[in-house]
Each structure stands twice: as C-alpha cells, then as structure tokens.
C-alpha cells in the first residue's frame, strides 16, 4: 500500500469512527457491523486502529463487537471530561455480600473478593446490559497506588481501576492468591 492509500484510509477511518460513534441502539450497533464485515480493508484499519490503544483484537471478531470495543474506548475517554456517577450499594456476585457505598468515590467492585459485575461503559454510569463477572487479571503498582486490571467473563470487554483503600489486595499482588470462593 502506498503512502497516498495510506493517508486515504486513515482518513475515511477517521470519518467512519465519527458516524460509528453517533451509533446508540444495538440495532444500529448491528447494521454497521455487518457493514463493516463486508468491507476487509474498514475492518483491517478499525483493527490496527484498536490495536494501537493497546486492545487485543482478533480480525476474527465480528464487524460489531469491533465497533463495541471502539465506542467502549471513545466512552472511557469522554469520562474525565463528562462524568456520569450513579453510586449504589450491591450484592457482590461472587461472594454473596451486601457492599455499603463507599466514604468516597465509586465503588465498581467487591472490597473482599475484589470481583464486579460489568454493568458499566463509563465507569459509575450503570449503562452496560452484559451483567458478567469481571475478573481481576492483574495487580498494578503505580507509584504507591495499585491499580486492578479487570475483563469481563461473559463479554469481551476489558477495563482497569484505581483499586480502593479498604480494598484487601493480595499481598503477592498475584491474582493466583485472590479468594477461590466463599
Ligand atoms: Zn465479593
Ligand atoms: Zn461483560
């Protein structure tokens, strides 16, 4: 591919994600997916696009889990600038105990077992329907704060957070070492 196809597709790329982000509906989502399906280059380019952000992808994945993953992503940048916060108490999905809000922030994720329930797009904003397990994956020390990388174990999806105070990490910060169950 020439410099020109290049810069040619990088800009319907960019054009494309403009409209893929106006997407709402599932149904919407859907259509566009199958768009994208018939259409290898678009597919190639969302791919190498996600890839650069640091998702894994397959170019197995469907045309609309792709898009999923790309509105995922445009959400999750759009955060700082407009945050939506619907904090509330829960039942954790793994270990069965009711979990108060926190003094402070959201709380996304049980402090014992450390496990959540992927309800979010937007961290806080309670707009996902998938309603998996989300695993922890990895323990992060950032400059004295930890950080616990989550996915999803019903749906693609992948996210990191700020891990809380009370949160009980493991000490090897290994997720080996997380409770089995209770
Ligand atoms: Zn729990
Ligand atoms: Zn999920």
Redesign the pocket.
């Known amino acids: 591919m020439g410099i020109e196809d290049n810069n040619r597709s990088t800009d319907e790329l960019k054009a494309q994600i403009a409209v893929w982000t106006t997407l709402r509906t599932r149904g919407e989502i859907k259509r566009a997916g199958k768009e994208l399906d018939r259409n290898a280059s678009m597919k190639e380019a969302l791919i190498s696009y996600l890839a650069g952000e640091g998702w894994a992808v397959s170019s197995a994945e469907a045309g609309k889990k792709l898009i999923r993953r790309l509105l995922d992503r445009e959400a999750n940048a759009q955060v700082r600038k407009n945050p939506i916060h619907l904090n509330e108490s829960f039942l954790?999905?793994?270990?069965?105990?009711q979990?108060d809000l926190p003094k402070e922030g959201i709380r996304d994720h049980?402090p014992?077992?450390?496990?959540g329930r992927h309800v979010d797009i937007v961290p806080g904003d309670r707009a996902a329907d998938c309603r998996g397990c989300l695993q922890p994956t990895r323990f992060e020390l950032v400059g004295g704060t930890v950080w616990i990388e989550y996915a999803c174990t019903t749906c693609p999806h992948i996210y990191r957070v700020r891990a809380h105070p009370e949160d009980q990490i493991p000490h090897s910060l290994s997720v080996v070492d997380l409770p089995k169950s209770?």
Do not use: E, K, S
């Open positions: 954790c999905i793994f270990c069965g105990q979990i049980c014992l077992c450390l496990r209770v």
